[in-house]
Structures are given as C-alpha cells and as structure tokens.
C-alpha cells in the first residue's frame, strides 16, 4: 500500500496473527499488570504459549482478517491493480478451513488510476447478510483539493458469490484530511454500527493532523449511517491523537471494548495500542472522562506497537495480535509503512481490564505485515485461530494455531 504525503503516524488499516501469554486466571501463565510493556514485561519464566502452531504455512490468498461464516467456508479478501491501473477489491474462498483458496467474486472495482480500495472488514449479520466495509480514497498525484475519500459497504446474500453496493458511510473532500481504516459490529439488539479512521472531523473542529475514531449506525428507515460519535481521541484534545485500526467486542454486562492503535502523546510519538469502552451501547465512550488505557507499549518510547486485532477465544479470553518493531536495531516511521516487524500478541482474561505480557509468533526474524486472525469453530475446551500475514519477500501466508487446553 502507498503513504500519503506528510501523513503521521500511525499506520492505517491491517493487523496480526495470534498466539501469546495468557494469564493465571485463563490457566495458563501469569497475568501482568494492566499495562504491557515490553519486550519482556514483568518478572518470573516465561508463560506456556496457548497456541499450539501448525509446522506448514500455506499461500493465502490476502491478509487482515477473515471470516468464517455459518456454511463453515472461510472468506478472504485482497485489492489487487487492474490493467487500467485502477484497483478491484477480490473475494477469495477456502472450504477447507484456509488449507486451500479460489477465488470467488468481485467485490468492488474503481478503474481510477488515483483509486486506493482497500482496509476491508468482513461481517456476517445476524440473519445471514454479509457485509464489507472498505475505504474508496482517491489520493494518488492529485492536489489536496481533488482529494476524495470514502467509507464504502457492500453486501451479499448469496454467501459470498455476488456483490452489490450496500451505502456510503463518510465521505470527506477536506483538504487532504483522510478516512481509512473501517470496522463492522453488530450489537445484540440487532444496530448495525461502523467504526472508521478519522482525520475530517478533527480538522474540522480545528486540529488538522489529528486523527480519531467515530462510528455511525445505519438507519434502515432512511437508508443512511446517522448518528456520527467520537468513539476515540486524546483526554485532552490538545494532544495529538493518531486513534485508528479498531476492533470491537461485546463484554460482560452489556459494554463494549474497543482496541486500537495509537501514538504516545510525547514526541516522537511512538505507537502504541489502547482501548476504550463504552457501556450505553457506543452512545458515549470512556476516553471523556478518563486517558485512554495502555493495551501495550513498547519499553523505548522510540519504537513503535501497531496494526492491533482482536477476537475472543473459548472462556471469555481475549487476543488481540499486533506488530511491533521493538526487536530491532533502528525504529521505524510508521507513516512511511513500516513492513519490518514481528508479530507479537497479548491476552486478557478480565474483559480488558488487564492484558498478560506480550509473546511472539510466527518467527520474530522475518520482516512481516499485514497480518489477520479470526477463530474458526470452537469445541468445548479449545479453539483453532486462523492467522494471515504478508511476508514482505515472499507473499501473504496462511497459518493454523490450536489453543491448548
């Protein structure tokens, strides 16, 4: 993917396959404090890794994550270039629990040499509709003020097979001030909510360069996302938000959790990963009357945590994978797209209250991005995880992980 000129960290849109330490209250482990820092936090021998990895990693079709949805057949999805030098976002199937992938359908297309579609989100509603939410910017060579940007869904009824356009979420022409990163969820009660990346409505409210989260729900009756809400962005709005790449879960007692990644608020802006949480179900979210709390961060203030995704696993436990480029020599500029990193993962057994430290996967030395994760079908004791992730010399990759018992 290309960088915008003068774009600030943090990176938009993608995340990281999972395996970490849990804590002692899922059974395996200990849990640290509430914030994780690495690498290494906290004392004592390392904790067991819940995941138990497949030896082979097999070619996939794409990265970010995929979704089971309920025939089983697992969907993936990548943007690939046309010929026109435009952009098609691809839909790709496996029925065999991501062993092997066809490709199944178009999902969108611009022919627009300036088009960057991609940043997509997969979400099976409750009565079977599939939805995909993805960003439609034209940015590439063209002046702020030609600048587009969108937050677009399709849908399919048909699992997977054919693609219609659905609504527009966002739309921004503000001077080059962007939306990108996007998210679905659909809460108990049936709303359907889409979470996305925001630089527009910090400019507008005077912090150019700021960049928050805000949701919208659909409005079925009118046929329109309404209701736009600051889900993200510094206690105090002075501070330089870079809020982005969220992932929302339900959690006990009827509240939302929300992880993202961030910046520290001290230059040089590090990244690192937060969370949020609303309990009127996304109305209003914690960051109003409190900082935003530490998900991880990296020991040196100059590195960076980033790309974070999160799902739940059996017993309430939840993952959430990121990358980070904390094991190597020099840090990287996020903004710049920062594709030398290890996939890292932290945990929690406490609805996010507190996250275990932090353990790597895949292998710590390759120079990998781009990764994805999502729980296939669960047994009673244990659940297998698929991961995707972009090897930068060699492609994107599959990989299987089975939580230990």
């Known amino acids: ?32 404090a509430s914030v994780a820092s690495g690498p290494g936090a906290g004392q004592g021998p390392p904790a067991r890794p819940p995941l138990q990895w497949d030896s082979e990693a097999l070619v996939s079709p794409g990265m970010k994550a995929p979704l089971q949805i309920s ?25 065999n629990a991501g062993r092997n992938w066809a490709y199944l359908a178009e999902i969108a297309r611009e022919d627009d040499p ?33 600048c587009l940007y969108r937050i677009e869904v399709a849908c ?57 989260i805000t949701m919208r729900t659909w409005d079925a009756r009118e046929g329109t996302w309404a209701r736009p809400v600051t889900v993200s962005c510094a206690h105090n709005a002075q ?68 790309a974070p995704w999160m799902v739940r696993l059996p017993k309430d436990r939840l993952i959430v994978v990121f990358t980070t480029d904390e094991d190597r020599t020099v840090a990287g500029v996020p903004a710049e797209g920062v594709l030398d990193q ?3 993962c932290v945990t929690s057994c406490d609805g996010g209250r507190s996250w275990s430290e932090e353990a790597a996967l895949i292998d710590g030395r390759s120079p990998l991005y781009f990764p994805g994760a999502c729980p296939l079908r669960r047994h009673a004791d244990s659940a297998v995880v698929l991961v995707q992730y972009l090897h930068r010399h060699r492609g994107p990759f599959t990989r299987r992980g089975r939580l230990a018992r």
């Not at 999805?77 to 435009?86: F, H, K, M, V």
């Open 1 to 32: 993917m290309g960088t915008e000129p003068g774009r600030l960290p943090t990176r938009r849109g993608f995340l990281y396959g999972a395996a970490a330490a849990v804590g002692a209250a899922c059974g395996v482990g200990r849990l640290s």
């Open 71 to 95: 025939d089983g057949d697992v969907l993936s999805w990548r943007s690939e270039p046309l010929q026109t030098g435009g952009r098609e976002v691809s839909c790709y199937r496996s029925r």
């Open 114 to 146: 300036a088009a960057d579609l991609g940043d997509g989100h997969f979400l099976e509603l409750a009565d079977g509709t599939l939805m995909f939410s993805y960003r439609r910017n034209r940015y590439a060579g063209l002046p702020a003020d030609r």
């Open 156 to 212: 399919s009824r048909d699992q997977g097979a054919t693609w219609s356009p659905h609504s527009t979420v966002a739309e921004s022409r503000t001077g080059g001030q962007g939306l990108w990163s996007s998210f679905l969820f659909e809460r108990p009660d049936g709303a359907l909510q889409c979470y996305y990346d925001d630089e527009d409505t910090p400019a507008r409210a005077g912090l150019p360069r700021h960049q928050w």
């Open 239 to 306: 501070e330089l938000s870079r809020d982005g790449m969220c992932s929302v879960l339900p959690t006990a007692g009827g509240g939302l959790l929300c992880v993202f990644e961030s910046v520290r608020t001290a230059p040089p802006h590090g990244g690192v990963l937060r969370s949020v949480t609303s309990f009127d179900g996304g109305s209003t979210w914690s960051w109003r009357s409190e900082e935003r709390r530490i998900v991880y961060q990296t020991a040196d203030p100059a590195f960076n945590a980033l």
């Open 342 to 344: 290890s996939v890292k």
